[in-house]
Protein backbone atom coordinates (compact mmCIF):
# COMPACT_ATOMS: atom_id res chain seq x y z
CA UNK A 1 0.00 0.00 0.00
CA UNK A 2 1.26 3.48 -0.67
CA UNK A 3 0.03 7.01 -0.04
CA UNK A 4 1.31 9.88 -2.33
CA UNK A 5 0.97 13.69 -1.13
CA UNK A 6 0.87 16.71 -3.58
CA UNK A 7 0.46 19.86 -4.10
CA UNK A 8 1.89 21.62 -1.36
CA UNK A 9 4.13 24.53 -1.57
CA UNK A 10 4.47 28.02 -0.66
CA UNK A 11 1.23 30.39 -0.86
CA UNK A 12 0.65 34.10 0.43
CA UNK A 13 -2.09 34.40 3.07
CA UNK A 14 -5.55 34.02 1.66
CA UNK A 15 -4.49 32.37 -0.58
CA UNK A 16 -5.41 28.23 -1.47
CA UNK A 17 -3.96 24.82 -2.21
CA UNK A 18 -5.35 21.62 -3.22
CA UNK A 19 -3.99 18.44 -1.96
CA UNK A 20 -3.97 15.23 -3.31
CA UNK A 21 -3.52 11.86 -1.88
CA UNK A 22 -2.94 9.44 -4.45
CA UNK A 23 -3.40 5.60 -3.22
CA UNK A 24 -2.08 2.24 -4.82
CA UNK A 25 -2.86 -1.18 -3.23
CA UNK A 26 -6.05 -0.78 -1.64
CA UNK A 27 -9.52 0.85 -3.15
CA UNK A 28 -10.35 4.06 -1.18
CA UNK A 29 -13.99 3.78 -0.92
CA UNK A 30 -13.32 0.71 0.81
CA UNK A 31 -11.60 2.27 3.52
CA UNK A 32 -11.17 5.18 5.77
CA UNK A 33 -8.84 7.88 4.74
CA UNK A 34 -7.51 11.11 6.91
CA UNK A 35 -5.43 14.22 6.05
CA UNK A 36 -3.14 14.98 9.44
CA UNK A 37 -1.18 17.95 9.84
CA UNK A 38 2.29 18.95 11.83
CA UNK A 39 3.31 22.39 12.39
CA UNK A 40 6.91 22.32 13.39
CA UNK A 41 7.36 22.29 17.29
CA UNK A 42 3.87 20.48 17.64
CA UNK A 43 2.70 17.27 17.80
CA UNK A 44 0.65 15.93 14.61
CA UNK A 45 -3.32 17.06 14.64
CA UNK A 46 -6.43 15.66 13.04
CA UNK A 47 -7.36 17.77 10.16
CA UNK A 48 -10.80 15.99 8.20
CA UNK A 49 -11.15 12.43 7.30
CA UNK A 50 -13.79 11.00 4.79
CA UNK A 51 -14.98 7.24 5.64
CA UNK A 52 -15.16 4.33 3.17
CA UNK A 53 -18.82 5.39 3.00
CA UNK A 54 -17.69 8.78 1.52
CA UNK A 55 -19.00 10.25 4.74
CA UNK A 56 -17.38 13.20 6.08
CA UNK A 57 -15.73 13.47 10.03
CA UNK A 58 -15.49 16.78 11.67
CA UNK A 59 -13.39 19.14 10.60
CA UNK A 60 -10.97 20.57 13.10
CA UNK A 61 -12.12 24.03 13.84
CA UNK A 62 -9.65 26.17 12.83
CA UNK A 63 -10.30 24.95 9.30
CA UNK A 64 -13.68 24.52 8.95
CA UNK A 65 -15.47 26.66 6.21
CA UNK A 66 -11.87 26.88 4.90
CA UNK A 67 -10.89 23.01 4.07
CA UNK A 68 -12.99 20.73 1.72
CA UNK A 69 -12.49 16.90 1.87
CA UNK A 70 -13.53 15.04 -1.48
CA UNK A 71 -12.95 11.91 -3.11
CA UNK A 72 -12.22 10.51 -6.59
CA UNK A 73 -13.20 6.90 -6.40
CA UNK A 74 -12.32 6.32 -10.21
CA UNK A 75 -8.74 7.98 -9.51
CA UNK A 76 -8.57 6.01 -5.94
CA UNK A 77 -7.61 9.69 -5.37
CA UNK A 78 -8.23 12.32 -2.25
CA UNK A 79 -8.19 15.88 -1.93
CA UNK A 80 -7.87 18.63 0.37
CA UNK A 81 -9.12 22.22 -1.05
CA UNK A 82 -7.39 24.50 1.42
CA UNK A 83 -9.11 28.09 0.69
CA UNK A 84 -8.26 31.18 2.49
CA UNK A 85 -5.13 30.33 4.20
CA UNK A 86 -3.68 31.51 6.76
CA UNK A 87 -0.09 31.28 8.10
CA UNK A 88 -0.97 28.73 11.52
CA UNK A 89 -1.47 26.67 8.33
CA UNK A 90 1.55 25.75 7.81
CA UNK A 91 2.65 22.30 8.31
CA UNK A 92 3.36 19.35 6.55
CA UNK A 93 0.50 17.62 5.45
CA UNK A 94 0.12 13.70 5.80
CA UNK A 95 -2.69 11.36 4.26
CA UNK A 96 -3.23 7.92 5.84
CA UNK A 97 -5.38 5.04 5.38
CA UNK A 98 -6.95 3.13 8.29
CA UNK A 99 -6.90 -0.50 6.66
CA UNK A 100 -9.95 -1.42 9.98
CA UNK A 101 -12.21 0.90 9.02
CA UNK A 102 -12.31 2.30 12.75
CA UNK A 103 -14.80 4.07 14.38
CA UNK A 104 -11.95 6.40 15.60
CA UNK A 105 -11.37 8.09 12.34
CA UNK A 106 -9.97 11.27 14.18
CA UNK A 107 -7.05 9.36 16.27
CA UNK A 108 -3.89 9.11 14.01
CA UNK A 109 -3.42 5.53 15.63
CA UNK A 110 -5.86 4.47 13.85
CA UNK A 111 -4.02 4.57 10.51
CA UNK A 112 -2.01 1.92 9.47
CA UNK A 113 -0.45 3.41 6.37
CA UNK A 114 0.65 6.84 5.76
CA UNK A 115 1.76 9.01 2.80
CA UNK A 116 5.54 11.13 3.21
CA UNK A 117 3.61 14.49 3.44
CA UNK A 118 3.67 17.36 1.64
CA UNK A 119 4.83 20.76 3.08
CA UNK A 120 2.45 24.10 2.84
CA UNK A 121 3.85 27.16 4.04
CA UNK A 122 1.96 30.29 4.20
CA UNK A 123 3.61 33.72 4.60
CA UNK A 124 1.67 36.59 6.04
Known amino acids: VQLQASGGGLVQAGGSLRLSCAVS????????IGWFRQAPGKEREFVVA????????RYQDSVKGRFTISRDNAKNTIYLQMNNLKPEDTAVYYC??????????????????WGQGTQVTVSS
Open 96 to 113: ALDSGRSVAVTDAQSYDY
Open 25 to 32: GRTINRYN
Open 50 to 57: IRWSGSIT
